[in-house]
Nanobody, 115 residues
Framework: QVQLVESGGGLVQPGGSLRLSCAASGIIFSAYAMGWYRQAPGKQRELVAT???????TYADSAKGRFTISRDNAKNTMYLQMNSLKPEDTAVYYC?????????WGQGTQVTVSS
């Protein structure tokens, strides 16, 4: 059974930092491209950052310079370090594992940026 479990969300003040984690089980983690997405209330889910199994990273313009995606294949875990957080970063953050044939999602973790 495949599971992706996000953690690390919470309430943070503007300008603060959070580190999200996505722990995967039931898949050959190193074979999957991994990604972080987010969905704010009333908006569509959007890409935040991706990390391919080949080691390439991509970021949404809103995340560039503030967020860093990383992965530890030995721990089957992906991370998203978020710095200089803004109120508009408030959303549920989801992790995704994708391959040529399969696509899995976690249940999400809430990030709220507010003073």
């Amino acid at each position: 059974q495949v599971q992706l479990v996000e953690s690390g969300g919470g309430l943070v003040q503007p300008g603060g930092s959070l580190r999200l984690s996505c722990a995967a089980s039931g898949i050959i983690f190193s074979a999957y491209a991994m990604g972080w997405y987010r969905q704010a209330p009333g908006k569509q889910r959007e890409l935040v950052a991706t990390f391919t199994n080949g080691g390439r990273t991509t970021y949404a313009d809103s995340a560039k310079g503030r967020f860093t995606i990383s992965r530890d294949n030995a721990k089957n875990t992906m991370y998203l370090q978020m710095n200089s957080l803004k109120p508009e970063d408030t959303a549920v953050y989801y992790c995704e594992a994708s391959s040529q044939f399969y696509d899995y999602w976690g249940q999400g973790t809430q990030v709220t940026v507010s003073s």
